[in-house]
């Protein structure tokens, strides 16, 4: 069966992340395979910890797309990959990486996926959630905060000088090659159920 992959984008805070796990919690197979686009982040470990706080990374150039491209193609073609382990704490990559063996389905999960054109085209389906700016805010706040060891004063500094701008610039604009767009993000069950269904008919072909 050919390789089949899911691109699952949206704002920072949007909810990708649970649109993604409630599709494999509604597939439930040990044939699909969840990789984020936030591992592919580039390693700053050769600058001071003050210059890496100063980079943009809702920017696409943070991201190591070739990278990623290059370990997509590789599972298109039924081998598995390493997959960079990303501290969001030290802004660095660990000397540790995951193995991702080959599986029939892939998710793929990242506010920028879609700016990539290479990325893009290697998407079967395409998914943008689409939520309100307030709700992105506050779950960016509590995610920051509770898991990625950040002040509030330091969360919202870099809302307004990075992420609100990117987001009009690279992310929204990206929303106009979605094949579905998902409002509420995971609380649109007939949204998911449309993805669900065309999993569970692609996993049918074998």
């Known amino acids: 069966m050919r390789p089949f992959i899911i691109g699952i ?4 805070g949007s909810g990708k992340t649970t649109v993604a796990k409630k599709i494999l919690s509604e597939i439930n197979s040990e044939s699909v395979f969840l990789l984020d686009h936030d591992s ?3 390693d700053q470990s050769h600058l001071p910890f003050e210059e890496r706080a100063k980079i943009n ?3 696409p150039d943070a991201l190591d ?3 990623l491209v290059k370990h997509l193609l ?3 073609k039924g081998r598995s990959f390493q997959k960079p382990v990303y501290d969001f704490v030290t802004c660095t990559r660990s000397r540790e990486t995951l193995n991702v063996e080959a599986r029939e389905i892939l998710v793929l999960e ?3 996926i879609f700016v990539d054109p290479r990325l893009r085209e290697m998407c079967d389906i395409k998914i943008f959630v689409d939520t309100e700016p307030d709700v992105r805010i506050i779950r960016r706040i509590e995610r920051d905060l509770l898991e990625r060891g950040r002040t509030l004063e330091s969360i919202i500094a870099q809302y307004f000088a990075t992420v609100k701008p990117m987001h009009h610039q690279f992310v929204e604009p990206s929303k106009r090659y979605a094949d579905i767009i998902i409002p509420y993000g995971a609380h649109n069950p007939i949204a998911i ?3 669900v269904t065309q999993i569970r008919s692609h996993l049918k072909e074998k």
């Open 9 to 12: 984008s949206g704002g920072s």
């Open 40 to 42: 592919y982040y580039k």
């Open 57 to 59: 990374y809702d920017h």
């Open 65 to 67: 797309n070739d990278l």
């Open 74 to 76: 590789t599972w298109k």
């Open 110 to 112: 990242g506010f920028l």
């Open 193 to 195: 159920d449309m993805v």
